[in-house]
């Protein structure tokens, strides 16, 4: 079983629209959360933290359920821009910060 | 502003050629990753450097070679290169306190 898990998509949405996409992790160890953004051809870059109690950055809001162990991410108001891959990331604590990284979900925003 | 820099955007090698990719930071970060990126199976860690000369294997460390003489400097390293090592690199340094992840902006590497 792969460790970091999330649908490769591809979200096809209109504009406006709300999307989410969910990530589940298989080691209960896990202590630290990211959704990370990379947009064709390009480096990931840091999107948002995700928290024990949640957070929301404007237009995006990310969960983490540690009791089902997965992580979310809720974009509203789908815009144009928004077109890029997501990456979830989980990193282990006790010294060794090793990223793991799922495999991306695909989102496309139309017209 | 954070920077890690990778020295070449694009190259073009031909197998068993030695490949040297070059990655500079310049946040005075302890750890520092390299990547490979492949369609359809995300970002794979190679090896990894928490301090000065210090280097633990990733997931495929298999035919690659690190080094990391300077904290600011990981530099990834193909023996002798191959046409399954086409690639995007992906050179990243972080802080051991918060995890967060900074990339530098890939080097795609062509093996002939």
């Known amino acids: 079983r792969k460790e970091v898990e999330q649908d490769p998509g591809p979200f096809n949405v209109p504009e406006g629209a709300t999307v989410a996409f969910n990530c589940t992790y298989s080691n209960s160890a896990s202590q630290s959360f990211f959704w990370y953004r990379q947009d064709c051809r390009k480096e990931p870059k840091l999107l948002m933290s995700?928290?024990?109690s949640g957070n929301e950055d404007g237009r995006f809001t990310a969960q983490l359920n540690r009791a089902s162990q997965y992580i979310s991410l809720l974009i509203r108001d789908s815009k144009l821009s928004d077109s890029a891959t997501y990456l979830c990331?989980?990193?282990?604590?006790?010294?060794?910060?090793?990223?793991?990284f799922g495999r991306g979900t695909s989102l496309i925003v139309h017209p | 502003d954070v920077k890690v820099t990778q020295s070449s955007r694009y190259l073009v090698k031909r197998t068993g050629e030695k490949v040297f990719l070059e990655c500079v930071q310049d946040m005075d970060h302890e750890n520092m990753f390299w990547y490979r990126q492949d369609p359809g199976l995300g970002l794979r860690l190679i090896y990894f450097s928490y301090d000065v000369k210090m280097k633990e294997k990733g997931d495929i460390p298999e035919g690659y070679s690190v080094s990391r003489e300077k904290k600011e400097r990981f530099s990834l390293i193909l023996e002798s290169a191959s046409t399954n090592q086409t690639s995007m690199y992906l050179c990243?340094?972080?802080?051991?306190?918060?995890?967060?992840?900074?990339f530098g902006e890939g080097s795609r590497l062509t093996v002939l």
């Open positions: 995700v928290y024990s």
């Open positions: 990243a340094s972080s802080l051991p306190t918060t995890g967060e992840l900074f």
């Open positions: 990331v989980v990193t282990l604590s006790g010294g060794s910060y090793i990223p793991t």
